[in-house]
DNA sequence: CGCTCGTTTGACTGGTGTCAAGCGCAGTGG
DNA sequence: CCACTGCGCTTGACACCAGTCAAACGAGCG
């Protein structure tokens, strides 16, 4: 395949894509090589429309705010951020984590507000895409819509995955379930290796995200320690007894 | 405004479409009545490409089994329905319910099989469309792509309303929200009059959904019936306190 | 009349939350 | 170099919400 080498010649060299390292496995792809047919329509016009800005922001700062106005949609680059909603008394649920490569949420490609917020957990470089522009691209190019579609049922289905966890899991089953699916991500995006992998989460977003209490997180990962299960140390996590994992995810 | 006549002469008078209820408000409008701007292009070309049946299937009759290959996407005329996630040890989670005008769901389009089930609960008429023709008409009318992403915004906020239920609230305010999301819901339609309508569940289909035993919702709904909050009967609800159901509903 | 299905109720169990204290470590400033 | 501090994690004692098991009831229906 050389289409590699193709779509290199069409990402201006100065843009901070030009290195991405998820590229190949992003939505941006799609959006910022153009049609990818080989036709004779100038690409380099639309390409023009298609305005992004690279920004960095430093960990436990917000990307987004709940309900506030903004004409942009966010793309994480680098590091890690997730999507939340915070509660009456200082609660918080984590509704997703965003990886390299990830789209705050596809929904937000046609909304100006909405209901969640985000919120680096590194510090994390991210792409602001503008939403109208974004908009005219997907519908004049059928199948930038195509890939945006995979990715919007590839979030219906965790959505959808982690409500049958909170709803019928056990703590333990719902911690190795993360685990697994953070795991799954980072190899789709060549992020970890030989069953280890950067963890720069604290029990606290564990808990918030699976609907559990630090405390207990704590004691549930203090047994998966002892159990010889994973290692967590140094924000970095080493799956020692990957079907062991799995078996616990699957149970009940 | 005459649309609503406008609307009428597109659809053909033999279909059932013709004395929908929930018309105005369904995606299948959008799709049916073709391009909205009054323009020269032949509408009845395109139409004649959309190809939908109409069916009818008993409660408890599975609509679409996970996992199965399928060219339809369907689409709830009349009674409710459910998707679903069956687990092992007879344990299901409930997704999200389907009311009429409702679509299984919009990532449905897209892709030819889904990892969820889809069950009537009530008696329902549906409607197959082809999920190919489905797409075309999606790409090549803007506004129907529009209107797709609003439905698709509206089904996200929902699960992740539903994981922060599932993830932060007690048993009480799960249930109660759940009412509640419901009775919107139902309202939107039309189908809500004087803080009473029908309401088929099975206290089963509410803890499946809620992820709680029906035991303990059992014990719950009894809580409000003596509080005088709501009455259920005859698969009928009525709500006698909105504001106390609301308050619970918004504890933690 | 005697099914079946859905609901209710009681007694008891257990998983997870709450509260509180202590530890280790990194950063910071004297 | 050492205290001080804050953060994240761990641990223990105890409380409580919700699950489990079992029995009984009522309504619809053949």
Redesign the interface.
């Known amino acids: 395949m050389n289409s590699r080498v193709v779509e290199q010649t069409k990402i201006r060299r100065r843009s901070p894509c030009f290195t991405c390292a998820v590229r190949d496995s992003s939505f941006c792809n799609a959006l910022i090589r153009g049609d990818e047919q080989p036709s004779d329509e100038e690409p380099s016009e639309s390409q023009a429309q298609l305005k992004q800005v690279h920004q960095t922001i430093r960990a436990r700062q917000n990307i987004y705010r709940a309900r506030d106005e903004t004409e942009d949609v966010h793309v994480i680059c680098n590091g890690w951020a997730f999507r939340f ?1 915070q ?3 200082g ?1 918080r ?1 984590i ?1 997703s984590f965003l990886l390299p490569g990830d789209f705050e ?3 937000s ?3 100006s507000h909405r ?2 917020s985000i919120q680096a957990l590194t510090d994390v470089h991210y792409c602001k895409f503008n939403r109208v522009d974004m908009q005219t691209r ?2 004049e190019q ?1 199948h930038v ?2 890939e945006l ?2 990715f ?2 590839d ?3 965790c ?2 995955h ?3 966890s ?3 899991q056990s703590a333990e089953a719902r911690i190795s379930g993360l685990i697994i699916m953070l795991m799954e991500r980072l190899r789709a995006r060549g992020m970890a290796h030989n069953s280890s992998f950067s963890f720069p989460l604290r029990q606290q977003h564990i808990a ?4 559990l209490t630090p405390v207990h997180v704590s004691r549930v990962i203090g047994q998966f320690h002892m159990a010889g299960i994973v290692r967590i140390a140094q924000r970095q996590i080493e799956i020692l007894d990957e079907t062991g994992l799995r078996r616990i995810a ?3």
Chains 1, 2 share one sequence.
């Open positions: 909603v509660l009456a008394e609660r649920q509704l949420s596809s929904a490609i046609f909304k209901p969640f997907i519908t059928p819509l195509k579609a995979r919007w049922g979030e219906q289905d959505a959808d982690a409500i049958a909170l709803g019928q918030d995200a699976v609907g699957n149970a009940r």
